[in-house]
């Protein structure tokens, strides 16, 4: 057995920790012995958790140019970074490629575009005629702002493609709807913050029909030790064994959380302020990860991988002071999915319309 060595850029969010775990997890199952050095801004519970665990905890900024020439410059069996975002991200990485025995990139499904150029981001979102591979087409690449609805995708394929034209062994995953215990938006939180605060019903557009693929951290997690092994360039989707609905995705919450909701599924009479979900669609959009399975990854089912996820939910939820809020709770991305006001309300034209 051999020891190897590993970079995770952004190690203790909710991606780079499952990676950590995974290469600490595989030491132990007789695979490789792992030294994994994790590299994050700030400390805390989840990096405490890893440096526990065996890895070794560097604070500080991914961009920081001095960090990264401490880190890579004796090079690396492995290298991934889960937050890298921009081009000139993907460049302060070039000088050390060559050092890496392979690196993984994480990117985003949100680079894919339909036949009309619509993407995840846009204001009308893609129709995509089948599963995506990663032979769709995507967004034009460019330095916008990575923040704007359409800056995000542009500054990932720039570096996607500046990272692969470098001719090193770079992976570039592409995830979708990613959740994982320290994930910072934890999705699945619609439905257990409902069941934590005793709502009995749940409404859902389009009658929960939504699909929207779901990608667990934890399968991001063991493709990426697989590709420890494998280095090469290429692009891979990554996403759970099937999409679940979004019906499926509210019973599977609710059933590990024990609480049974009244499921009113919301046709398209239904008022049009109310149903909406983290995973709501109009269309279908489920990634093809045959690419990823021709390796020999198995990619988990959402049944399975969401759970210490929602554990993890519950016990913040439960240390989180009476007079505070839970720590995504600040994010935009949350306003007016716990409005209950409008809820009740449609509740009550719907009956009264029965």
Same mark, same amino acid.
């Given at each position: 057995m051999s020891t190897k060595r590993a970079v995770v850029l952004g190690g203790t969010g909710g991606i780079g920790s499952a990676v950590v775990r995974e290469l600490l997890d595989s030491s132990g199952r007789g695979g490789d012995d792992w030294q994994v050095d994790v590299v994050?801004?700030?400390?805390?519970?989840?990096?405490?958790?890893l440096t526990a665990a065996g890895a070794t905890f560097t604070p500080g900024d991914r961009r920081d140019t001095a960090v990264l020439r401490e880190l890579l410059r004796p090079g690396a069996d492995l290298l991934v970074d889960t937050v890298g975002a921009t081009r000139d991200d993907a460049a302060q990485l070039l000088p050390y490629l060559g050092d890496v025995g392979s690196t993984v990139f994480v990117s985003s499904k949100a680079v894919y575009v339909d036949e009309q150029g619509r993407h995840a981001n846009s204001v009308d979102k893609p +129709?995509?005629?089948?599963?995506?591979?990663?032979?769709?087409?995507?967004?034009?690449?460019?330095d916008a702002d990575p923040t704007s609805r359409d800056g995000y995708a542009a500054q990932k394929v720039a570096a996607e493609q500046l990272l692969l034209d470098h001719g090193a062994p770079v992976t570039v995953l592409r995830p979708s709807k990613v959740y994982g215990p320290g994930i910072g938006r934890p999705r699945e939180w619609f439905v257990v913050r409902r069941a934590l605060d005793g709502r009995e019903r749940v409404l859902l557009a389009d009658q929960g029909r939504g699909v929207d693929h779901t990608t667990a951290a934890s399968g991001i997690g063991s493709l990426v030790r697989l590709l420890a092994d494998a280095p090469d360039r290429r692009i891979l989707n990554v996403a759970d064994d099937s999409a679940p609905s979004v019906l499926e995705i509210v019973?599977?919450?609710?059933?590990?959380?024990?609480?049974?909701?009244?499921? +009113?599924l919301l046709d398209a009479d239904a008022p049009a302020f109310v149903g909406s979900t983290p995973w709501s669609s109009p269309t279908p959009y489920v990634l093809d990860t045959s690419a990823a399975r021709s390796l020999g990854w198995q990619p988990p089912t959402f049944a399975r991988a969401v759970v210490p996820e929602l554990d993890w939910l519950v016990e913040t939820a439960h240390r989180t002071p009476v007079d505070g809020d839970v720590p995504w709770a600040a994010d935009p991305f949350w306003d007016r999915l716990f409005d209950y006001g409008p809820e009740d309300a449609a509740l009550l034209m719907l009956s009264l319309g029965s």
């Open positions: 994050a801004r700030r400390g805390g519970d989840i990096a405490d958790a +129709v995509f005629s089948g599963a995506v591979t990663e032979l769709q087409p995507t967004v034009t690449a460019a019973r599977t919450v609710a059933g590990h959380l024990d609480h049974v909701f009244e499921e +009113v």
